[in-house]
């Protein structure tokens, strides 16, 4: 007994120091990046919406535990309600204070809590699927999910995201409602956490109604198996009708909330759902009605009741909470016009590579899962599991973005494959005659086999640098140092002195690195409007943008003229290949831009530094040059100005045109030239540059001026423009 007892003592202790190694592993992973994020004694943060999250959370310090509700930098000059839930901005904002609220604790806690949170998913991940599979499969699926790159890449070191809280939380949750359909004279001892922690997650994340629907299409399907059994569905009602209760009572405070209304109409929605499906079953149940049949009643019953929802109050928000719900299987308009995180996986990912590999591994374990439960006898936790398997899946497939969420179920699918591909090699009657030791080889070569698309990107987590960090970093310091600061940034009520114009893609940082307004940012608020403004093909369509958004300075890089571009197109509804033709040979993409695109204001300020134009000027341009047929800067920064207008009489029926030598902040030579054709012998140019030397983007000598064309008699005058002519629109009269 005491030998077994030792036994029993040294397993336990073997366990939990595999859990300890997982979780270090998978800390340790997510931290390497770290090496890189550090920059002139601060932070830099990695994607785009970590930088809004920064921004709320600085202002959650500096205000706890009020946080950020309206922001008029945003969507410049209307401002944009927000609606992201708080409690990730605001835990990090209490997190940093307890570290003394300096800039310096409030950019380490953010940067520190996704590596902590993601290794603690790795423990919770453990415990459900020891709970659902045992010890053996716990502990693979722990190591798998630390070493996915899929998980790694949500959850390294500088990247604030609620994400991972989010799928904390709901993870806890699962846990905890496998252990109350399981338990039956304990089930209120988990069912009431478990309803705090689906609280939780709708204080997180806008989406926990699609995490609320999972688990009513499990409570529909679980009473259908109780039917088949004849069994009571309490022991499936009451777990799932106590914890979507309790968060129910943690909702309501703030239900009238835009950014909680959702879930607490989800919770209301499950509630009443769960109601129905007791009095269905009971009515099955007592008349003996063919269980075959309780699902489709509840399908029709459903769509039953979305059409009676015209006929109430508050059906529009039903139909409101069913369509958005609806749309985390589809990315819909967000799709079409190109993010690539609402695109379906597969046009991701290719099938064929490595990542694609691994879903299909995944994909895989998910049948095996059905076999296994068919085989257990439908357990209730495990049918719970495969559920969310399925949902997450769905979304998964649908929007590249729940990657993240399906790599915590695509963790314990591979290694229920490896088990039963394990299982089935060492028990085969076919293989009697290959050695023990062969047969183990080649269970250890097929577990390489699966690992292989997750272990493959591992050396390339060094290697992950924030996208801000280099040219974009340098100008956005440089936009935030020499440009006029505009008031209430730190309040933003009233709208800001000027905007900021560029693609959505960088409004964020463009915000919380240089402090200013932006027209767009990532939530799409202005996109379509920055869209027009940049494929314009005149000048006074694009002024007429501009001075309706505020618009002072313009930021444009080569990603936009190149990767961005067909996207810039679908906004506003306009054929990609009209202006550009993208061809793929090997790994090597080519750029093919038409004569269209070279009429649009992304093309003459990007490309041809603001020649022609006569409203915007180039003012910095990055140090790195990239590009083959047109070499410019990565990124460059452009002002609107009035510009100064040369006018005069002309003798010449041929076109006037002026020249200007120019150098920029990095010392290259470029040219500035416009033209106009006289009218009754009269020229009209304005021009966005003065004469005067300056530090940074400057002239060399006055503009040239005279016909374009040689003319007997012309000749090509000097001409000098001050900055004041420039930004007060004066007029210089030239007569020739």
């Known amino acids: ?33 770290a090496r890189n994020a550090f920059v002139e004694g601060g932070i830099q943060f990695f994607s785009y919406d970590s930088f809004y999250h920064m921004r709320r959370i600085v202002y959650t310090v500096e205000n706890f535990p009020s946080t950020l509700w309206f922001d008029s930098y945003l969507n410049h000059p209307h401002g944009l309600d927000l609606t992201w839930p708080p409690l990730f901005d605001q835990m990090i904002a209490a997190f940093s204070l307890l570290l003394g609220g300096s800039s310096q604790a409030v950019d380490m806690a953010a940067a520190v809590a996704p590596p902590v949170l993601g290794s603690l998913m790795i423990v919770a991940l453990y415990l459900l699927a020891k709970k659902l599979f045992g010890t053996k499969v716990a502990l693979l699926s722990a190591f798998l999910l630390a070493i996915d790159s899929k998980h790694i890449a949500r959850t390294i070191f500088g990247l604030p995201d609620h994400d991972p809280l989010e799928l904390l939380f709901f993870l806890g949750a699962l846990l905890l409602l496998a ?3 399981t338990e039956r004279n304990r089930w209120p001892k988990y069912a009431v956490p478990a309803g705090v922690l689906i609280a939780a997650t709708a204080y997180t994340w806008l989406g926990t109604p699609a995490y609320m629907a999972a688990l009513l299409v499990y409570g529909a399907l679980q009473i259908a198996l109780d039917l088949k059994e004849g069994r009571s569905s309490e022991e499936t009602i009451l777990p799932l009708a106590a914890a979507f209760g309790v968060a129910l009572l943690l909702l309501l405070p703030f239900w009238d909330e835009p950014w909680l209304k959702p879930s607490f109409f989800g919770a209301v929605g499950s509630m009443a759902a769960l109601a129905f499906f007791f009095v269905l079953s009971r009515l099955f149940f007592i008349k003996n009605l063919p269980w075959q049949a309780f699902l489709p009643t509840v399908a029709a019953s459903s769509y039953i009741a979305f059409i009676l929802s015209y006929t109430i109050g508050v059906g529009g928000e039903i139909r409101s909470l069913f369509r958005s719900g609806i749309g985390y299987f589809g990315g819909g308009d967000l799709a079409r016009v190109g993010i690539e995180e609402a695109m379906p996986i597969f046009s991701v990912y290719n099938i064929f590579s490595l990542p694609g590999l691994g879903l299909l591994f995944a994909l895989a374990g998910l049948v095996i899962l059905i076999f296994t439960i068919q085989q ?11 559920v969310w398997a399925l949902f997450s899946t769905a979304m ?10 399906f790599s915590i179920s695509g963790a314990i699918l591979v290694c229920l494959l490896f088990f039963w591909v394990g299982e089935r090699v060492r028990s085969s009657v076919r293989l009697e005659k290959v050695d023990s030791e062969a047969r183990e080889a080649g269970i250890g070569i097929f577990l390489l086999i699966l690992l292989l698309p997750a272990a493959a990107s591992i050396p390339g987590i060094a290697e992950y640098r924030p996208a801000i960090s280099g040219d974009w970093h340098e100008t956005l310091i440089w936009l935030k140092e020499n440009t006029p600061p505009t008031e209430g940034f730190d309040t933003p009520v009233m709208a800001g002195d000027y905007g ?23 939530f799409q608020a202005g ?6 403004f940049l494929l314009s093909e005149n000048e006074e369509a694009a002024i007429s943008i501009a001075d309706a958004r505020g618009v002072r300075y313009v930021i444009t890089s080569q990603k936009i003229v190149y990767r961005k571009l067909p996207f810039l197109a679908r906004w506003i509804d306009e054929d990609p290949g009209s ?3 993208i061809s793929k040979d090997s790994d090597i993409v080519s750029y093919h831009h038409f004569a269209r695109f070279m009429k649009t204001m992304l093309a003459k300020l990007h490309l041809l530094d603001g020649s022609t134009l006569g409203h915007f000027r180039l003012i910095y341009e990055s140090q790195t040059t990239d590009g083959l047929t047109f070499p410019v800067s990565q990124v460059k920064v452009f002002e609107g100005v009035e510009g100064a207008k040369i006018t005069g009489t002309t003798p010449y029926s041929e076109p006037m045109g002026l020249i200007l030598e120019m150098r920029s902040n990095q010392g290259r030579s470029f040219q500035y030239h416009s033209s106009a054709m006289p009218v009754d012998g009269r020229y009209e140019i304005v021009v966005p540059y003065s004469t005067e030397v300056t530090d940074g983007v400057s002239s060399v000598g006055p503009y040239l001026l005279g016909p374009l064309l040689d003319v007997a008699g012309g000749e090509a005058r000097g001409v000098d423009v001050s900055e004041e002519d420039v930004l007060e629109g004066r007029t210089i009269v030239v007569d020739f």
């Open 579 to 581: 202006y550009v033709q």
């Open 396 to 405: 998964m497939v649908s929007q590249a973005r729940f990657l993240f969420l």
């Open 527 to 532: 996109a379509e409007d920055s869209a027009r």
């Open 1 to 33: 007994m005491a030998r077994e007892r030792s036994h029993i003592a040294r397993g336990r202790s073997r366990e939990l120091w595999g859990v300890l190694a997982a979780f270090l592993l998978a800390l340790f992973l997510r931290l390497v990046p």
């Open 500 to 522: 900021v114009m560029s693609w959505w893609d960088y409004g964020n940082w463009i915000l919380y690195q240089s402090e200013r307004p932006v027209v767009a940012n990532n």
């Open 376 to 386: 257990s006898g439908f357990r209730r936790d495990q049918m719970l599991f495969l």
């Open 179 to 181: 252990y109350a359909l």
